[in-house]
């Protein structure tokens, strides 16, 4: 693997933990306040996380030429993780919250 695949990679995986550590954050909220939708939001957000997680260990695998179009299918998964965590924040700031003591 060349060193400009390794930094994509690298750049790759700290989007994933960056939004891992937005999920469990969520995660955590939803059930104090136990929203079915935000939970059935957070389920897609996994499903699509877990998605982008398969395409960087076939790009790991991939031969050059294959690579342009794998990081293009990991970038759009990446921007469709986002636009979800955002939605998803909005939809729990938008629901009453309540303060634990």
């Not at 306040?33 to 939001?41: F, I, N, Y």
Request: proline share 1%; hydrophobic share 35%; no cysteine.
């Amino acid at each position: 693997m060349n060193a400009q695949t390794k930094a994509y990679e690298e750049k790759v995986r700290a989007e994933l933990q960056q939004a891992k550590s937005r999920l469990e954050e969520f995660v955590d909220r939803s059930k104090a306040e136990d929203k079915q939708v935000a939970t059935d939001l957070m389920n897609q957000l996994e499903r699509t996380h877990q998605k982008i997680e398969r395409q960087l260990q076939k790009l790991e695998t991939s031969a050059a030429e294959e690579i342009e179009e794998e990081k293009a299918e990991i970038d759009a998964g990446i921007g469709k993780l986002r636009a979800e965590l955002t939605q998803l924040a909005t939809k729990l700031n938008k629901e009453p919250h309540t303060k634990a003591s």
